[in-house]
């Protein structure tokens, strides 16, 4: 087919280019650059093209593609129907190739500028070909008819009824059945942060391979020094992106997936974290690096790590291998794709590790010339710090390869894991982002040093003496609310000195309180929520928490879901929430979507965990009787055996029926009736003899043949011995939370998001200057 | 120089210890029900669970309970903290975690196994025709 094809010729073109430019390295010829330039922009008008194809045939609904059926539906709003592009792992990887290669083009002249492209692009189109050749295993593009050739293709004449079809081979008069509609997208996914957190996410990844090739492009030019320069605005920028994907998940979880909070410690999510934290640790040894030239080493390493990680990271949460213990459902995709991971793993950590092996002996040595109180020191530990946290969170998430590997079964660690390892850490980069930020480069002398932490040291200590009497009591919180407010309140202080002096320098210290303020958001939050489980019955007011809360009913909403309302009210203030819940489809799962009151200081969360419908209401002790035939419910054998109907002044239209009850071999006969008199139906129930069991008349169902007339009764008074008592009235359960100070988190990124922003600027400026 | 060293592998291999330490307190084992039954601490059992019988949620005590037969085909009551997942009902496996309390399971995390409703079968796509 012909979308296949244009990716087959964008993989062989960006082979070319990635040889050619290696060539140009090894023999430089401006002619040769012109022409492997020319084939890796060849190579990006090819992926983009594929991929305007695949969102064509998305938006026209051609489902005789295999990934369009499985992932779109007709019944899509435009932006979602978009999203299903990315929706699968085939387009998602489309997703990824696509973004490598635009932004490659920008490299292509940000590196050429700085007589870097030969080495660079032969690295970065390396990269590309890397993600274009997962795509010629995944093809987007598979006709739905080499996945079902079984129900679909057929030989011979096209059944008059079949109007949906497609010729496979008109000669052999073979040809395929078409699906009118798609498998459809899935339910959770069905909201606006699938339009876009995959982007930014994917942009994220794609940024993560760029201090990789620089990093390999500065060994094979065997410039072990300047590359930094070139390299960290990228480098700032990788962190930023995938940054900012990280949370954008994390905002995603808590407000529609209602997982209760924005971070689970869930293999996809770690798997991302891990490569930013190398990202970020490596940003603070390139800046020692700048300074006095030390950690050269250190520096390539992280740099490589940053894409191999990300690659690890894609074989975990790719491959299948860690079986059910993720919430995010990936589909095995088969060998092929597993092998191909690993051997791209192995691949391109042979070529960037062979590399630095045989440059090692070459590479300068700098005698570190920093004492114990410095600032490069203190980048040195804060990086340390960041990349023990990333190697802890790496080893948990590997936990199902490593027990499969060890005991032959997968299994996941524990949270808590994560929690304990990652702590202390969080801790250490916290003390390192304040007192980094008062410390000198190469030396400082130590009495100016405590001269200068004794006031945040002694707002902190304030600060913690607060929370502690606002209820944060547990002695390792204690201690993490004072090392992250030390943070905030040292890098506040400086802040303010640096923005007075060169604003464009900001960019740390407002990172740094950033980090600081998702720290405390964190306490806050997560470990200070308080959670309570409610059964809201309707109408009722139930206190918890501090709110009062009624259920008032339901209402149906669009695509098939229901929204449940909920008045909250606190103080005088009155709000609605409406947590929504649905059945994804006749079989399929139950989706609850959370809602939330969001307030200056907390959020009030509210989760839906089900609807409890009254035994004894309308389903479950009705029962429909035909006349004369006999119907056993609850042990007793019931038969309507027909009615007497008269007419008075009194009573109206009058209707006396005959239900003939057999109970515990005991024969009776019950009449209950129904009156009509002005329009008004009343119903009089009936009751066994010494018995709470009583018949109702429902509705009457009269037909012109006899046998066919019908009877709906209820049947009150069944107690059911053993069974628990179920709700009086319609109930709700949630589960109520409220999440104290959690908008810090929110807070906290936009600042750390600011501080990158604010980095990028100043280092591309100054590379610019050169 | 030399102290530097000796301080930094103190810290490394003390910060290895720490980390393998936790991994292996946190690694909760998997067994099956007979032996998780001897044990007292906090495994995963596989399994599935057996429609036939009753599953509920009882709202007052925000439990789910369901019963569940290992792969040796030994069936065991198990108590969930919390609402029924949500794949619960298309589930053809599932692996509760949690430890044995009187005579039932008590599971605090329920994971379920889905049949792969998310790659193309042969019975979806005759729906969509």
């Not at chain 1, 308080?530 to 928490?545: D, F, I, P, R």
């Amino acid at each position: 087919m012909f979308g296949a094809a244009i990716i087959k010729i964008a993989f062989a073109s960006s082979i070319l280019s990635t040889v050619l430019y290696f060539l140009v390295h090894r023999n430089p010829s401006e002619q040769m650059k012109k022409i492997a330039r020319l084939f890796y922009e060849l190579a990006v008008v090819g992926i983009i093209t594929a991929s305007a194809f695949l969102l064509y045939f998305i938006l026209t609904h051609q489902f005789q593609y295999y990934y369009v059926w499985n992932y779109s539906s007709t019944d899509l709003p435009l932006s979602l129907l978009i999203s299903t592009f990315y929706a699968g792992q085939e387009g998602s990887f489309m997703l990824w190739a696509l973004y490598t290669g635009i932004i490659g083009l920008i490299l292509l002249r940000y590196t050429a500028k700085r007589g870097y492209e030969a080495e660079f692009m032969a690295v970065f189109s390396a990269i590309f070909s890397f993600l274009i050749l997962m795509l010629v295993v995944k093809n987007p593009f598979k006709p739905i008819w080499e996945q079902f050739s079984t129900e679909l293709l057929h030989v011979g004449e096209i059944p008059a009824n079949i109007t949906s079809y497609i010729w496979v081979d008109q000669a052999r008069s073979l040809w395929a059945q078409v699906p009118q509609e798609g498998k459809g997208l899935n339910a959770l996914l069905q909201n606006y942060w699938m339009v876009i957190h995959p982007q930014i996410l994917f942009t994220g990844f794609t940024s993560m391979s760029i201090p990789f090739a620089y990093a390999v492009a500065a060994m094979l030019k065997k410039d072990y020094v300047s590359w930094i320069r070139v390299a960290t605005p990228w480098t700032v920028f990788g962190s930023m992106m995938l940054g900012t994907g990280i949370i954008l998940g994390g905002y995603w979880a808590y407000e529609t997936l209602g997982w209760g909070g924005y971070w689970g410690w869930d293999p996809v999510e770690n798997s991302s974290l891990v490569p930013w934290l190398v990202c970020v640790a490596s940003i603070h040894t390139m800046l020692a690096q700048r300074k006095n030239g030390t950690y050269i080493k250190t520096n390539f390493v992280l740099s490589m790590f940053c894409f191999i990680l990300v690659l690890y990271s894609t074989f975990l949460t790719r491959s299948g291998v860690l079986g059910e213990t993720s919430v995010h459902s990936f589909v095995d995709p088969g060998m092929w794709v597993y092998w191909l991971l690993l051997l791209v793993i192995g691949l391109f950590t042979a070529l960037g590790f062979g590399l630095l092996f045989s440059r090692w002996k070459e590479m300068p040595v700098v005698p570190v010339q920093h004492t114990l109180v410095s600032r490069e020191f203190a980048l040195f530990l804060g990086a340390s710090s960041l990349v023990f946290a990333s190697i802890f969170i790496l080893i948990g998430t590997s936990s199902p390869i490593i027990t499969n590997i060890l005991k032959g079964k997968i299994s996941a660690v524990d949270p808590s894991f994560y929690v304990t390892t990652t702590l202390p850490l969080g801790v250490a980069i916290a003390l390192l982002a304040g007192i980094g930020q008062l410390l000198w480069w190469q030396n400082s002398k130590t009495d100016a040093l405590l001269k200068q932490l004794l006031l945040p040291a002694g707002l902190a200590a304030l600060f913690t003496v607060v929370t502690f009497i606002m209820g944060a009591t547990h002695l390792s919180m204690i201690i993490f609310i004072f090392a992250s407010a030390f943070a905030l309140f040292t890098n506040t202080i400086v802040g303010l000195k640096i923005i007075q002096g060169n604003p464009k320098m900001a960019g740390g210290a407002i990172a740094h309180i950033g980090i600081a303020l998702m720290f405390l958001g964190f306490v806050a939050s997560a470990k200070y929520d308080n959670v309570k489980t409610l059964n809201l019955e309707q109408g009722k007011s139930v206190e918890a928490l501090g709110y009062t809360m009624k259920y008032v009913g339901y209402q149906p909403m669009e695509r098939g879901r229901f929204g449940f309302n909920v008045e909250v009210e606190k103080d005088g203030h009155k709000f609605i929430v409406t947590p929504v819940m649905f059945k994804e489809s006749e079989e399929g799962s139950l989706i609850r979507n959370p809602d939330i009151v969001n307030m200056l200081t907390k959020d009030f969360y509210v989760s839906p965990l089900s609807l409890e419908v009254p035994e004894g209401g309308q389903h479950n002790h009705e029962v429909t009787l035909l006349k004369g035939k006999t119907e056993t419910y609850e042990g007793m054998q019931i038969t309507y055996k027909g009615y007497d109907f008269s007419q008075t002044k009194e009573k109206g239209n009058y209707l006396v029926t005959t239900i003939e009850v057999v109970r515990d071999g005991k024969k009776e006969i019950v009449r209950p009736t129904m009156s009509n008199k002005g329009g008004q139906p009343t119903f009089t129930e009936a009751s066994l003899n010494n018995s709470e069991i009583a018949f109702l008349i429902k509705g009457m169902n009269p037909s012109k043949n006899e046998n066919e007339a019908s009877i709906t009764i209820e049947v009150k008074g069944i107690h059911d011995e053993g069974k628990p008592q179920g709700p009086k009235a319609e109930t709700l359960v949630i589960e109520a939370s409220v999440k104290p100070y959690i908008n810090l988190v929110w807070m906290g990124t936009a600042l750390l998001i600011a501080g990158f922003l604010i980095t990028i600027v100043r280092r591309i400026q100054e590379v610019s200057k050169k | 120089m030399n102290l530097k060293i000796v301080v930094a592998s103190i810290i490394i291999v003390g910060a290895l210890i720490f980390g393998a330490s936790t991994f292996l307190e946190s690694n909760i084992e998997y067994m099956d029900f007979e032996r998780a039954q001897t044990v007292n601490k906090k495994v995963q059992v596989k399994g599935k669970w057996v429609k036939e019988k009753e599953a509920k949620f009882d709202a007052a005590k925000s439990q789910f309970t369901f019963y569940m037969v290992d792969d040796n085909e030994q069936e065991v009551k198990v108590v969930l903290d919390g609402a029924k997942p949500n794949n619960f009902d298309i589930a053809t496996e599932v692996v509760a975690k949690g430890r044995f309390k009187d005579g039932y399971f008590h599971a605090n995390e329920l994971l379920t196994k889905c049949p792969s409703k998310y790659e193309g079968d042969g019975a979806a796509v005759k729906k969509t025709l």
